[in-house]
């Protein structure tokens, strides 16, 4: 087997994705050498392909110009310079924001509104998918904003820009944030105003960065995207290249892997103590849950005070419960593709397979066996 010399080019850094190019990288031999921003020191580097995050750096784009002039294949993971022509696998951003707008009209928001301090293709894309999904006209509060150049007094402007728009919106209002920075910005204006997220204003993010996004005194809910994926088939796309395919036509679009819920919009993060201790018990024990007579005896209260105290923080059921959060994990394990799906069902506790299909078929509309939605290119 020939060694390849791998370039990653990839900021910032980021575990999925990387872990999703591990996996074509041992199987097919190859070197990786990543090398972050520092293009400057690249000058000598010798090899068969890259892997880029392509975004406003100059001095990257143009050593990938460099890398394409030499005949050296390279693949884009973003869609942030969609002017700059490469072969691209990226997020489905329009889908990202499709995948937004459905969680909060699921929690009966009808007034939406989009928040970034930015503005391009990628936040044009998310933005379409987003407000296309709400029956009234969503607002847009976009504000031109370059985290890396700014100073006290731009925050301060932003702040008192994002504060009108707050108080001017009709309450209660879901918003989508272009991200987890943007998403954790929000929240820090909402109960600085002494408003409450989420009774007055839901908050969803994008990217789902554990660090932003449950170091809150809300924790956010966002949409996950599927980075490993997005590495995976880039990494797979780049192997094609380097052995003489032709460059796709179109980029190739990641699906998103759905919101994890949590207290800035979801009600099944719970503000009951005693639902949340119930929950945690669940989610610690999905291969072998207790019965609901069981958990009430580990909460030490009785089965109905357990029954009516869900009931009444998330609309459901203990037993109801205990489903929902079997079935957002499936989602995740199989996502992951780690597992088949017979050994996600009986990691997950179920009696068999054809149990776990009929159940996760009747609350996602698909068989688990065409879990995740296939790639399109």
């Known amino acids: 087997m020939k060694i390849r ?26 070197h990786l050498t990543s090398a972050d921003r520092l293009t400057h020191n690249l000058d000598g580097w010798t090899g068969d392909g890259a892997l880029v995050t392509l975004r406003d750096d100059e001095e990257q784009i143009a050593y990938v110009r460099t890398l394409v002039r030499k005949g ?17 696998v990226s997020s489905d951003n329009a889908e990202i924001g499709r995948v937004a707008a459905k969680h909060l009209i699921e929690k009966r928001f009808s007034r939406a509104a989009w928040f970034s301090t930015g503005w391009g293709y ?34 301060k402007a932003l702040t008192r820009w994002l504060e009108r728009k707050i108080k001017s919106a009709t309450l209660p209002i879901g918003v989508m944030c272009f991200d987890d920075e943007d998403a954790s910005r929000m ?13 007055d204003v839901a908050i969803v993010g994008a990217g789902n960065d554990t660090l932003l996004c449950e170091c809150q005194p809300v924790s956010i809910s966002s949409v996950r995207n599927n980075l490993t994926r997005n590495g995976h088939a880039g990494a797979a796309l780049l192997k094609r290249l ?35 201790r119930a929950k945690t018990i669940y989610e610690e024990n999905l291969k072998n849950p207790p019965s609901t007579v069981q958990l009430a005896e580990m909460l030490g209260v009785s089965r109905a005070t357990l029954d009516r105290a869900v009931m009444d923080d998330i609309g459901l059921s203990p037993a109801q419960m205990l489903i929902r959060l079997r079935i957002d994990q499936a989602k995740r394990l199989l996502s992951e593709g780690r597992l088949s799906v017979s050994e996600t069902a009986y990691a997950l506790g179920f009696c068999n397979p054809s149990h776990f299909s009929n159940l996760f078929r009747r609350h996602t509309g698909v068989s688990p066996t065409k879990f995740p939605p296939p790639i399109s290119d």
């Open 122 to 155: 990628q936040h044009e894309e998310r933005f379409k998918g987003f407000s296309a999904m709400f029956k009234t006209p969503v607002e847009r509060w976009a504000w031109a904003l370059s985290p890396e150049k700014t100073n006290a007094d731009d925050w």
């Open 5 to 30: 010399n791998i370039l990653l080019l990839i900021t910032p850094s980021s575990q999925g994705r990387f872990a999703g190019i591990a996996k074509i990288a041992r199987e097919s031999g190859w």
């Open 72 to 88: 050296i294949p390279v693949v884009d993971l973003t869609a942030a310079r969609k002017d700059i022509r490469l072969p691209r």
């Open 242 to 276: 380097m052995d003489g395919a032709k460059k796709p036509v179109k980029p190739i679009l990641i699906q998103p892997q759905g919101v994890e819920a949590r207290a800035s919009s979801d009600t099944l993060a719970v503000t009951s103590p005693l639902v949340r």
């Open 187 to 199: 929240e820090s204006v909402v109960l600085g105003m002494g408003r409450s997220v989420p009774g």
